[in-house]
């Protein structure tokens, strides 16, 4: 007879799960826009952080929570000249022993003849819970099961079965859609979620792992949320998550915890700044394997060290013929400017490159639209700074001296695969468009003075101003739009004395305004980006289109075009603080009408400052 009152000994284990997010084909720790090493950014300074977690926890899943394919100089030639070629990120990727990986709304970034060719290439699965596809397009897996053995506290391996979802921003359908061209649909990422979770776990699944290629959000955020991580956390079911898409890490700060409503999270920034790492201790007897306790944190990169920083050598191997590859197509000629083209303040004063890039692209628009077609309507370019805020870009602003152009200072001023659309437009549509822009900045008050300028919660990249109008912007309102382009307050107004070629701008003027296909597809929720407001869509490229510009003597004269500044006060004078790179530190006298004052210590980032506005 059995004796079934004999005792089941317990036993216990340690997985460890690694993630990298938003890499954005950022790999081997160099500079392409500049031709100089940056070995503090990419994956490769991770490499050795990753080697040394695997070596003290044997027990290890590498995984990457999106946006890796596309988002540098590499990631471009990749998709042009070396397309014949292994993806150089995806060979990285491999190399390292990635376990899994899920897609980000930039993966889609060059098509999805190249994302199918890119992903047929990887030695690891990548999932997505919300991202389906239609008709005959290939299917993506709405998860995985991997099964691993680990070593228990008994010395002898046991078997788990970790199951690893993922998803990314709703938006995507939007943000991408010309490229995904109805062959993706996009579902809520938190229903796609909870019910990939629950099929891993009938399946089997030990642990559940989401890679939500989505920030925190607010605790409000949930069906159809670009960044629902609360929600997620609170009703997906998962056992640890990973965050993204941001490129914010989280925690924010050291000392807060890595915990969204009891689940263990972890955001790991962008471009390689930092590696996600959660453990988990596992307990099992008779009724399987259950998580006795958690521990999440962040950690730094970690670069080789000066005077002789190199990539890794693994990533050397596996990525440097297309590194060197690239940098060779990066240095192809394309003209000259006349005028230095800095970023650095971008987001405070009217800037060159945006007079640049919008000059282009409403050139080209002209050789689209027949005359009949414009109707005697002005043609207005809108363009928006990429590179403006320091601790978002992973190589700092741009910073172009006058003389030759390169194909790389081309990538520098255009660092997306957008083309161009051209809508059709009113007077009030434009006054909307510039009030969603300049919703970037904080509502400033006499009594509270150094506030910060900028919100943390809008990018750079939405401030999209429009070409051949003058205005002033006053602080002193509050914004009347939210960060979805959602109306928030009616009677706001910030946009004042809007001109164009000095006569007032009125709600009844009509226009031609160009802008990018990444807006007009309604990101951002921006005024007139409707498919009935579609004049002429153009299948070139926009960076394309700039290079030909600048090879046309586009930028051999001094530039015109946005004429704008913050309307002074009618009391005293009020102050604002900002954060400028080190590199704009030299070019200050560009706002000396901004009466910059530094606050503390210089940092190697860069410097707070206090403005008069």
Partial sequence: MTDRSVTVPTVQATLRLLATTDLHAHICGWDYHNDQPRHETGLSALATLIADARADCPDTLLLDNGDFLQGSPLGDWAAGPGLAHPHPVIAAMNALGYDAATLGNHEFGHGLPFLERALSQAAFPVVSANLRPTGDSPVIPRGVLLTRTVTGSDGKGHSLRIGITGIAPPQTAIWEGRRIAGRIECL???????????????????????????????????????????????????????????????????????????????????FGSHLACIDLDLSRKDQGWRIAAHRARLLPAKPTPAPHPAPHPTLAAACGPAHRAARAWLDAPVGTTAVPLRSHFALLAPCDILRLVAAAQATHARSLLPDDMLDGRPVLSAAAPFRAVPQRAADGPTNIDPGPLRLRHAADLYPHPNTLTALATTGAELACWLERAVILFNRLAPDRPDMPLLRDDVPGFDFDLIDGLSFAIDLSAAPRFDTRGRLADPAARRITDLRHKGRPVVPTDRFVL?????????????PACRPDRILAESATPTRQILIDHIAAGGAAAPLTGFDWCFLPPSGPPRSATVTLAASALPHLADIAHLHPEPLGPRDPDGQRFRLRL
């Fill in 188 to 270: 809520d990422p938190l229903r796609a979620a909870t019910e990939a979770v629950a099929a891993l776990r009938r399946d089997g699944a030990d642990v559940v792992v989401l890679l939500a290629h989505s920030g925190a959000g607010a605790e409000s955020d949930g069906e159809g949320a670009e960044n629902p991580g609360h929600a997620l956390a609170r009703h997906a079911g998962a056992d640890a998550m990973f965050l993204g898409h941001t490129h914010a890490p989280f925690p924010p700060a050291p000392d807060q915890p890595a915990l969204l409503h009891g689940i263990p999270a972890v955001g790991a920034g962008a």
């Fill in 514 to 526: 160009v802008t990018n296909s990444y807006r007009a597809a309604g990101s951002g929720g921006f």
